[in-house]
C-alpha cells in the first residue's frame, strides 16, 4: 500500500533517477553543509547520492587555536557522520539596566581596550605587585578587559555563553537524509589564551591573591570568577561563584556565572537550574532567558528553548537572541523561519561570519544556491581564514554544478588548514562525484592518516579503492569501518568487493550480479538494511580468498591498439549523456561507462538484426541473462539492457542498481518503491524543482477525471469547488489546501500493446513534512501486476523494431519514433532499483548507432529528458517536447564500422574496471 511505501520509510528514494549527467549516487552519508551545514541536491537521494545523501559534517564556527575554544560534546555524540556545528557567540550582556553596577565588571569599552600595548603591560605589572583587595579588583578587571579585546567580543561582558548547538543534521541543497542527532555546545566567542602576556600575568596575580587566603567581597569574586571562566578555568570559576552564592543565594550574576561555566563545562541540567533561579528572581532578565534557552537547546529541549529565546527578543532585541535563535530553527529544519532571525541579526550587528554563515546554509537548505553563495562570501569578507565558510563555499558550487568554483574553494579551505579533515571528506566526495577517483582516494587516505577512526573517510576510502579495482586494500577499509561500527552499509559492499574477487576473471557473457548475488542481500543493500535485519538471517557470507588477491591493473589496456580504437570512440558518446541544467556535475568515469556500454549494445543489437535479415538467431550466450539464465532464447529486450545495467553496475560500487523484480519476492510483492523528490521539507530541490510545474500541471489535468488517492490508497473525486480551487494552484502550499489531505495522483499511460489499455505511469505524490514543508515527489512502485503489463508493452515493442529492420524500410522518422517511444515505456517502467534513466538513454543511443546513425548534439540547457517521458501520457506527447532537438541533432553515421568488438576486448569484470579506470587516467 502506499501509505505503508511512503510513510513508514519502506520507499526507497532515487534522487538519481536522471542520471545523464554521469553522477552517480552520492555515499551513504551524504555530503552536508558545514554550518560555522549536501548537497540537498536531489534525484539521488535514496540509494545513491550516495543516499545520502543522501550526505560531510556541518561545522559552525571557525575554529581558534586557543585550546579553551573546544566543541563541548554532549552525553550521546553524534555519528561519526554527523555533521557538528559549532557557533560562534558574543559575551553575555549586562542582566538588567538595574544591576549595572554589577555587570560593570564585565569589561572595558573598546576605546579602553585600545591603550598601547606597552602601557598596558606596565599596568599590569603594577597591578600584579599589588596586595590589596581593591588591586584584586582591578587586575581580575583589566584581565576581563583583555579577555574581551583578544576576542573580539563586545565589551558588555566577556562571560562566554554556550552557542545554540544544533542537531547534527546533515542537510544537503541536492537532496539529502540524516539520522543524526549528536549536538554540540561552543566555549568560542569571548575564550582567551592563557597564555597571552596580560592575561597571564592578571591569572597570576588573581591566584596570588586567592593563595593568601585573603577575604574577598562579593564584586571581587564574580569579577575573578569571569576571568577564570573566559580562560577555561571551569571549576575554578564555578567554586568562586559558589562562595558568592553561599554568603548571597540572590546574587542575579553570580547566578548567571555559574550557569554558563556549568553550560560549558557540559553539566547542562545545573546551568538550566541556575538560569531558572535567575529568571524567578527577576523575570526582566533578557540573558538569563537567553541562557536558559541556549542551554535548553544543548539538551534538546527545542520548543523550550524558542519560548525562552523569543522572550528574550521580548525583552531585549539583541543580535545575539536572535542569531541564537536562528540557530535552534536551523537546528528544526524550520530554515525559513530561522533565515528571518538571520537576516534581523546581520541587520543589528553584519559583524559576524559565523551569521552569515547560518544565513548561507538557510538559503542553501531551502535550494537557494546563489543567495547562499553571497552570504558565504560576506562571511569570508569579514574572516578570510575562515575555513569552514570556504568549505560550505565550495559545497554551493559543487550543488550548483559548478566545478572550477568548486576545486578553487575546497583548495581555500585546506590553503587555510592542511588538515582539516571535514574539507577532506567533502573534497574527496566532489572527486568522487566528477570521477576522478584516485584524486578522491587521496583526499580519504590523507584524513584517515589524520584520524583513523574518521568514519566517513574510512568507509569511502574503501569505496575509491574498490571502484579502482584495488580489492585488497578496499576489503581491509570496509574490516576498519566495521570495526568502527559492526553494523554499517559497507558490509555489503565487502561482500560484493569479495565476489568480485571471485568472479574477476570469468567471462562477461557468464557473468551477472542480479543472478549471482543473493536476492535478500541485494534488497538489504538497497534499503539499507541492519545486517541484522529477519531477511539477512540465511544469508551466507563470501569467504576471503586463501591466496593473495589480485588487484587490477589500471595500465592493462596501455600497449592495447584495438582498446585505443574502441576508447576513442567512446569519448564523443560518453558526452552526450552530461546535463546542462544546474546541480549535475560532469562525471568522466561515468561518461566512460556510457560509451562503452553504447558501443557494446550497439555491436550486440547489429549482430542480431544481422541474423535476423538472414532468417537466424542471434547466438548469444543466455548464462548471462537476467532472465531465463542458462537457457536458450531468442534475443530480447531484456538481454540487450542487461549489458547498460551491467556497466552501471560495475561503474559505481557505491550505488545498488539491480532488477526489481529480482530484489527479494517479498519486496517484489510489496512494491519496492523509487522516489524522486521536487520539494523535500522546505527546500526546492536544485536538481528537479525545474520540473515541479510540470507535475503539477499533471494534477490539474488528470484529477478531475481520474481522482485522487489518499495514503492508504482509497480513491476519491475532488468536488467541483476544490477542483476550482486545484485549477489555480502553483505551488505545494496551494496544492494541500486546494486538496485537504496528504494525496497521490496516477498518471495514466496510454498502451500501444493493446489498443484503448490505459495502466498506470507514476504517482506524483504530496506528503507533509514538518515544520512547515512537504515531499513532492515522483514515485514508481515495482510490484508484479505492473511488471506484466510493461514487459508486454516493451516485447511488443521490441518485436516491432525487429519487423522495422527486417523490412528494409528506409523511413527514418518511423524507426525515431520506434525508438523514441521504446524509452518512453521503459522510463515508465521503472524497472531498476537505480539508474533507469540513465540506461534507457544509453539503450536509445545505442539503437540509434546500431542503425548506422549517431547524435552528435548535447542535451539542451535546463532539458532532463526522462522527466517528459514520465510526466506524460503518450508516446507522442513525449516526443512532441523533445524529438525537435533530437531529429536535429542526429546524423547519418556509422560509427561501428572497423571497430573492434567490445566484448572481444573488454571480455572480463577485471577488465571493465581496468576500462574505466584506464579512461579516467587518459582523460586528466
Known amino acids: 500500500?502506499?501509505?505503508?511505501?511512503?510513510?513508514?520509510?519502506?520507499?526507497?528514494?532515487?534522487?538519481?533517477?536522471?542520471?545523464?549527467?554521469?553522477?552517480?549516487?552520492?555515499?551513504?552519508?551524504?555530503?552536508?553543509?558545514?554550518?560555522?551545514?549536501?548537497?540537498?541536491?536531489?534525484?539521488n537521494a535514496a540509494s545513491s547520492e550516495p543516499e545520502s545523501s543522501k550526505t560531510g559534517q556541518a561545522v559552525g564556527t571557525p575554529a581558534k587555536e586557543n585550546p579553551s575554544n573546544t566543541a563541548l560534546k554532549m552525553p550521546a555524540p553524534a555519528p561519526a557522520s554527523a555533521p557538528q556545528v559549532v557557533s560562534e557567540t558574543s559575551p553575555a550582556r549586562s542582566p538588567h539596566k538595574k544591576h549595572a553596577s554589577k555587570s560593570s565588571l564585565a569589561g572595558s569599552s573598546p576605546s579602553q581596550q585600545a591603550k598601547p600595548q606597552q602601557q598596558q603591560q606596565q599596568q599590569q605589572s603594577t597591578k600584579a605587585r599589588q596586595s590589596s583587595s581593591s588591586a584584586v579588583r582591578d587586575s581580575a578587571h583589566a584581565a576581563s578587559s583583555s579577555a574581551s579585546a583578544a576576542s573580539g567580543s563586545r565589551s558588555s561582558g566577556p562571560v562566554?555563553?554556550?552557542?545554540?548547538?544544533?542537531?547534527?543534521?546533515?542537510?544537503?541543497?541536492?537532496?539529502?537524509?540524516?539520522?543524526?542527532?549528536?549536538?554540540?555546545?561552543?566555549?568560542?566567542?569571548?575564550?582567551?589564551?592563557?597564555?597571552?602576556?596580560?592575561?597571564?600575568?592578571?591569572l597570576q596575580a588573581v591566584q596570588q591573591v586567592l593563595d593568601s587566603g585573603e577575604n574577598l567581597d562579593d564584586k571581587q569574586r564574580i569579577s575573578i570568577g569571569f576571568l577564570l571562566v573566559n580562560t577555561g578555568n571551569y571549576d575554578k570559576g564555578i567554586e568562586q561563584f559558589n562562595k558568592v552564592l553561599r554568603a548571597s543565594p540572590k546574587c542575579l550574576e553570580a547566578l548567571l556565572g555559574?550557569?554558563?561555566?556549568?553550560?560549558?563545562?557540559?553539566?547542562?541540567?545545573?546551568?538550566?537550574?541556575?538560569?531558572?533561579?535567575?529568571?524567578?528572581?527577576?523575570?526582566?532578565?533578557?540573558?538569563?532567558?537567553?541562557?536558559?534557552?541556549?542551554?535548553?537547546?544543548?539538551?534538546?529541549?527545542?520548543?523550550?528553548?524558542?519560548?525562552?529565546?523569543?522572550?528574550?527578543?521580548r525583552l531585549s532585541k539583541d543580535y545575539e537572541s536572535f542569531h541564537q535563535r536562528g540557530i535552534v530553527l536551523h537546528k528544526m529544519q524550520d530554515f525559513r523561519t530561522a533565515l528571518k532571525d538571520f537576516k534581523e541579526a546581520v541587520r543589528l550587528d553584519a559583524k559576524h561570519p559565523v551569521t552569515w554563515n547560518f544565513y548561507g546554509l538557510c538559503e542553501n537548505s531551502l535550494g537557494n544556491v546563489k543567495p547562499a553563495i553571497a552570504a558565504y562570501n560576506k562571511a569570508l569578507a569579514i574572516d578570510p581564514n575562515f575555513k569552514e565558510g570556504w568549505v560550505n563555499l565550495a559545497q554551493a558550487y559543487r550543488d550548483f554544478g559548478d566545478e572550477p568554483n568548486s576545486i578553487k574553494y575546497f583548495a581555500q579551505a585546506l590553503e587555510v588548514d592542511p588538515s582539516y579533515i571535514h574539507a577532506l571528506h567533502?573534497?574527496?566526495?566532489?572527486?568522487?562525484?566528477?570521477?576522478?577517483?584516485?584524486?578522491?582516494?587521496?583526499?580519504?587516505?590523507?584524513?584517515?592518516?589524520?584520524?583513523?577512526?574518521?568514519?566517513?573517510?574510512?568507509?569511502?576510502?574503501?569505496?575509491?579503492?574498490?571502484?579502482?579495482?584495488?580489492?585488497?586494500?578496499?576489503?581491509?577499509?570496509?574490516?576498519?569501518?566495521?570495526?568502527?561500527?559492526?553494523?554499517?552499509?559497507?558490509?555489503?559492499?565487502?561482500?560484493?568487493?569479495?565476489?568480485?574477487?571471485?568472479?574477476?576473471?570469468d567471462q562477461?557473457?557468464?557473468?551477472?550480479?542480479?543472478?549471482?548475488?543473493?536476492?535478500?542481500?541485494?534488497?538489504?543493500?538497497?534499503?539499507?538494511?541492519?545486517?541484522?535485519?529477519?531477511?539477512?538471517?540465511?544469508?551466507?557470507?563470501?569467504?576471503?580468498?586463501?591466496?593473495?588477491?589480485?588487484?587490477?591493473?589500471?595500465?592493462?589496456?596501455?600497449?592495447?591498439?584495438?582498446?585505443?580504437?574502441?576508447?576513442?570512440?567512446?569519448?564523443?558518446i560518453g558526452r552526450l549523456i552530461q546535463l546542462n541544467t544546474p546541480g549535475f556535475l560532469s562525471n568522466r568515469r561515468q561518461h566512460r561507462m556510457v560509451g562503452f556500454s553504447v558501443l557494446e549494445m550497439a555491436q550486440a543489437l547489429r549482430s542480431h538484426w544481422n541474423a535476423l535479415k538472414q532468417g537466424n538467431k542471434?547466438?548469444?550466450?543466455?548464462?548471462?541473462?537476467?532472465?531465463?539464465?542458462?537457457?536458450?532464447?531468442?534475443?530480447?529486450?531484456?538481454?540487450?539492457?542487461?549489458?547498460?545495467?551491467?556497466?552501471?553496475?560495475?561503474?559505481?560500487?557505491?550505488?545498488?542498481?539491480?532488477?526489481?523484480?529480482?530484489?527479494?519476492?517479498?519486496?517484489?510483492?510489496?512494491?519496492?518503491?523509487?522516489?524522486?523528490?521536487?520539494?523535500?521539507?522546505?527546500?526546492?530541490?536544485?536538481?528537479?524543482?525545474?520540473?515541479?510545474?510540470?507535475?503539477?500541471?499533471?494534477?490539474?489535468?488528470?484529477?478531475?477525471?481520474?481522482?485522487?488517492?489518499?495514503?492508504?490508497?482509497?480513491?476519491?473525486?475532488l468536488p467541483a469547488p476544490q477542483l476550482a480551487l486545484l485549477e489555480k494552484v502553483t505551488n505545494c502550499d496551494e496544492m494541500m489546501r486546494a486538496v485537504g489531505q496528504p494525496f497521490y495522483l496516477e498518471t495514466p499511460c496510454q498502451s500501444l500493446a493493446v489498443k484503448g489499455r490505459t495502466f498506470s505511469g507514476t504517482r506524483i505524490t504530496l506528503l507533509q513534512k514538518p515544520?512547515?514543508?512537504?515531499?513532492?515527489?515522483?514515485?514508481?512502485?515495482?510490484?508484479?501486476?505492473?511488471?506484466?503489463?510493461?514487459?508486454?508493452?516493451?516485447?511488443?515493442?521490441?518485436?516491432?523494431?525487429?519487423?522495422?529492420?527486417?523490412?528494409?524500410?528506409?523511413?527514418?522518422?518511423?524507426?525515431?519514433?520506434?525508438?523514441?517511444?521504446?524509452?518512453?515505456?521503459?522510463?515508465?517502467?521503472?524497472?531498476?532499483?537505480?539508474?533507469?534513466?540513465?540506461?534507457?538513454?544509453?539503450?536509445?543511443?545505442?539503437?540509434?548507432?546500431?542503425?548506422?546513425?549517431?547524435?552528435?548534439?548535447?542535451?539542451?540547457?535546463?532539458?532532463?529528458v526522462d522527466w517528459p517521458a514520465i510526466l506524460t501520457t503518450h508516446p507522442e506527447q513525449f516526443m512532441g517536447i523533445v524529438y525537435p532537438w533530437f531529429r536535429d541533432g542526429i546524423v547519418k553515421k556509422d560509427v561501428l564500422d572497423g571497430l573492434p568488438n567490445v566484448r572481444d576486448v573488454i571480455s572480463t569484470p577485471r577488465q571493465m574496471i581496468a576500462a574505466l579506470n584506464s579512461s579516467v587516467l587518459r582523460i586528466q
Request: with cysteine; aromatic share 10%.
Open 771 to 864: 515544520p512547515g514543508g512537504y515531499e513532492f515527489t515522483i514515485r514508481t512502485p515495482g510490484t508484479p501486476p505492473r511488471w506484466v503489463l510493461y514487459d508486454e508493452e516493451l516485447n511488443v515493442l521490441w518485436d516491432r523494431i525487429n519487423d522495422f529492420i527486417t523490412s528494409g524500410s528506409d523511413d527514418t522518422q518511423e524507426f525515431h519514433t520506434l525508438v523514441f517511444t521504446f524509452y518512453f515505456y521503459w522510463c515508465n517502467f521503472g524497472p531498476l532499483s537505480r539508474g533507469t534513466a540513465a540506461c534507457g538513454f544509453i539503450a536509445l543511443l545505442a539503437m540509434l548507432i546500431a542503425h548506422e546513425e549517431c547524435l552528435v548534439t548535447s542535451i539542451p540547457e535546463g532539458v532532463q
Open 1 to 43: 500500500m502506499f501509505g505503508q511505501l511512503c510513510l513508514q520509510g519502506k520507499a526507497e528514494v532515487d534522487e538519481s533517477r536522471s542520471q545523464h549527467a554521469g553522477i552517480p549516487g552520492p555515499p551513504p552519508q551524504k555530503p552536508a553543509r558545514v554550518p560555522s551545514q549536501s548537497h540537498v541536491s536531489q534525484k
Open 618 to 717: 542471434y547466438d548469444f550466450d543466455s548464462r548471462g541473462a537476467s532472465k531465463q539464465n542458462g537457457k536458450p532464447h531468442a534475443f530480447g529486450w531484456r538481454d540487450f539492457m542487461d549489458i547498460s545495467v551491467r556497466w552501471r553496475q560495475v561503474s559505481e560500487p557505491n550505488d545498488q542498481v539491480f532488477w526489481i523484480d529480482l530484489l527479494a519476492p517479498e519486496a517484489f510483492s510489496e512494491g519496492f518503491g523509487l522516489q524522486t523528490p521536487m520539494v523535500t521539507g522546505q527546500m526546492d530541490v536544485v536538481r528537479y524543482f525545474p520540473y515541479a510545474g510540470m507535475a503539477i500541471e499533471a494534477i490539474k489535468k488528470h484529477a478531475p477525471k481520474h481522482g485522487v488517492c489518499d495514503v492508504r490508497d482509497n480513491k476519491f473525486k
Open 258 to 313: 555559574r550557569g554558563t561555566a556549568f553550560a560549558l563545562c557540559n553539566r547542562l541540567p545545573l546551568a538550566i537550574k541556575d538560569f531558572s533561579t535567575a529568571i524567578e528572581l527577576d523575570p526582566s532578565c533578557a540573558d538569563a532567558w537567553k541562557r536558559r534557552g541556549q542551554t535548553r537547546a544543548a539538551v534538546g529541549e527545542d520548543d523550550k528553548a524558542l519560548t525562552d529565546l523569543a522572550q528574550a527578543i
Open 426 to 505: 567533502l573534497r574527496g566526495l566532489f572527486w568522487y562525484g566528477v570521477g576522478k577517483i584516485h584524486l578522491a582516494l587521496k583526499d580519504f587516505s590523507k584524513a584517515v592518516q589524520l584520524n583513523s577512526a574518521e568514519a566517513n573517510c574510512v568507509y569511502m576510502k574503501g569505496v575509491s579503492e574498490m571502484a579502482l579495482g584495488q580489492w585488497s586494500s578496499a576489503v581491509r577499509s570496509f574490516d576498519n569501518m566495521l570495526v568502527l561500527d559492526s553494523d554499517h552499509v559497507c558490509f555489503y559492499q565487502r561482500e560484493i568487493a569479495l565476489y568480485m574477487i571471485k568472479r574477476a576473471d
Open 160 to 202: 562566554v555563553m554556550p552557542a545554540g548547538a544544533t542537531r547534527n543534521k546533515t542537510i544537503q541543497a541536492q537532496g539529502g537524509r540524516s539520522d543524526n542527532e549528536g549536538l554540540s555546545i561552543s566555549a568560542a566567542g569571548a575564550n582567551v589564551s592563557s597564555s597571552d602576556p596580560q592575561v597571564a600575568m592578571a
Open 508 to 572: 562477461i557473457s557468464t557473468f551477472n550480479f542480479d543472478v549471482q548475488l543473493d536476492q535478500y542481500m541485494k534488497e538489504a543493500w538497497c534499503k539499507r538494511h541492519s545486517i541484522k535485519h529477519p531477511r539477512m538471517r540465511r544469508y551466507k557470507k563470501f569467504l576471503p580468498p586463501r591466496g593473495a588477491i589480485k588487484d587490477v591493473d589500471s595500465k592493462m589496456f596501455s600497449q592495447n591498439s584495438d582498446f585505443s580504437k574502441i576508447f576513442d570512440a567512446s569519448i564523443p
